[in-house]
């Protein structure tokens, strides 16, 4: 079992930052791929972003590339992303996931192959 809890959500102005943090307890966090995903209202979840077991490789959706960055810290167990020049669409439900099978990152963009979710947080950016 993985539990996942994040934190740093929040309202920010159109053009802000926040970063997310999202901490692991339960099986060993460093041998996960993790990732990020995001709902809003009335839609699915939608990838933002994926980070692998080392931190070494990363894959974003095409609307956060060059805004959000994922990372890692394995010694604290805990996925971050730092998210930058916000914009009112990206407002939503932000979810962390661990990938506990072998899936190439490039597939990562599907929520089916998340094995644990946490319970999510709200970001909220207002224009």
């Known amino acids: 079992q993985v539990q996942l809890a994040e934190s740093g959500g929040g309202l920010v102005q159109a053009g802000g930052s926040l970063r997310l943090s999202c901490a692991a307890s339960?099986?060993?966090?460093?041998?996960?791929?993790m990732g990020w995903f995001r709902q809003a209202p009335g839609k699915e979840r939608e990838f933002v972003a994926t980070?692998?077991?080392?931190?070494?490789?990363?894959y974003y959706a095409d609307s956060v590339k060059g805004r959000f960055t994922i990372s890692r810290d394995n010694r604290k167990n805990t996925v971050y992303l730092q998210m930058n020049s916000l914009k009112p669409r990206n407002t939503g439900f932000y979810y962390c996931n661990a990938v506990t099978g072998v899936v190439p990152l490039t597939d990562q963009f599907a929520a089916y192959v998340y094995d644990y979710w946490g319970p999510g947080k709200q970001v909220t950016v207002s224009s």
């Open positions: 339960g099986r060993s966090f460093s041998s996960h791929d």
């Open positions: 980070i692998s077991w080392s931190g070494g490789t990363t």
